[in-house]
Structures are given as C-alpha cells and as structure tokens.
C-alpha cells in the first residue's frame, strides 16, 4: 500500500536504525524532500567514503547491501559515488580513480564492514 513506484537511492540516505554506519537521524519535511535528502546524502558520502592509503575507493557496507538500489553493477555504483562524490575529493585522491578502467575493478574498491555500535549523539 506504501511504497514508491520506482527505485530511489537517496531513499537509503533517509533509513536509519541508529547505529555508526547508518545515516543520521533526521527528519524531513514534505515541501523540502528532495533538498533534505540530497544534504543527507552529501553528508553521509562525506562522512563514509573515501580514498584508502593504497588508493583504492572506500564504500560503506550499506552502499554495498543497497546496490540495487543503486546503479546495476559495481563500475556503475563506483561512477555513481565518485560522481556524487567528486566535489569533495582533493587533487591526491582523485588520482586513485585515474586507474579505473586500467585495473580490475575489484582492485580499485574496499568496502568497510557496517558498524552496529549504537550511536548515541545530543545536539545543543
């Protein structure tokens, strides 16, 4: 009866069950959803991918049990969050994602394991 018609993955950045690898707890309002979401998003992608020391590109756990969600294969999920990703990145990590398409794929991504600690966080 609820649901969405079609497949959103900013939906996934809304989902929190309160623990480290989740997104934050926030609540959204209707007249500014798509705003909203796309802030959870940059923020989570801020805070959870990366460039590892070996220059592979690091994606949370969520983002690997979500991938459908997401674009259908690995290539397509990495060019999706680099691409959502690329504001942020600096000179030295943009050079990890120079190998793509000269190195197995697999080689160029770590996924973290999904933290269950609960996190418990007060704002002032």
Not at 44 to 67: C, E, F, H, R, T
Not at 84 to 91: A, E, F, Q, T, V
Not at 101 to 107: A, D, M
């Amino acid at each position: 009866m609820f649901g969405l018609d079609y497949v959103e993955p900013l939906v996934t950045f809304a989902l929190s069950c309160g623990s480290w690898s989740s997104p934050a707890v926030r609540v959204y309002t209707a007249s500014q959803i798509e705003s909203e979401l796309e802030v959870a998003k940059r923020e989570y992608l801020q805070a959870a991918v990366g460039i590892s020391k070996n220059d592979k590109v690091i994606i949370p756990k969520l983002m690997d049990w979500y991938q459908l969600d997401f674009p259908k294969d690995v290539e397509s999920l990495v060019d999706w969050v680099v691409s959502s990703y690329l504001m942020i990145l600096g000179k030295k990590q943009t050079t990890a994602l120079r190998k793509k398409g000269k190195v197995p794929l697999s080689e160029l991504i770590e996924v973290i394991p999904y933290d269950f600690s609960f996190k418990y966080i007060l704002h002032p």
